[in-house]
């Protein structure tokens, strides 16, 4: 990819954008995008700020201050990313972590 495009996404996401930047990351890896959820799932626990649901396809977030932040946007798009196109998880969190960074520091 691109620093512009890693760059863009980042700008998407601090400006509010996260459904607009999760379409196109998923039209970049040609996969579907995820829905993107405000409030966490039953169950999970207090310090947990976002996780993914490979079931619903959908990414859940805290609050919509949540909405952004790039990292846990961009984390958790990596889990979709993953699963895609099935269920199973293919992806470690530490890559997740590194995914988020890149775009980030592409921002940066």
């Known amino acids: 990819m691109k620093p512009e495009f890693d760059a863009f996404i980042v700008w998407l996401i601090l400006n509010g954008k996260a459904e607009k ?3 196109l990351l998923a039209k970049h890896y040609n996969i579907d995008a995820p829905k993107i ?3 966490l799932p039953k169950g999970h626990k207090k310090k947990t700020i976002g996780c993914y649901n490979a079931k619903k396809k959908t990414i859940f977030v ?3 201050d949540t909405l952004k932040e790039p990292f846990i946007i961009l984390h958790e798009f990596y889990h979709h990313l993953r699963t895609t196109p099935n269920t199973r998880h293919k992806g470690t969190e530490r890559y997740a972590d590194e995914f988020a960074r890149k775009f980030i520091q592409a921002y940066k």
Do not use: H, I, P, T
Request: aromatic share 0%; charged share 20%; hydrophobic share 45%.
């Open 21 to 23: 930047a999760l379409k």
């Open 62 to 64: 805290l609050n919509s």
């Open 37 to 39: 959820k405000v409030g």
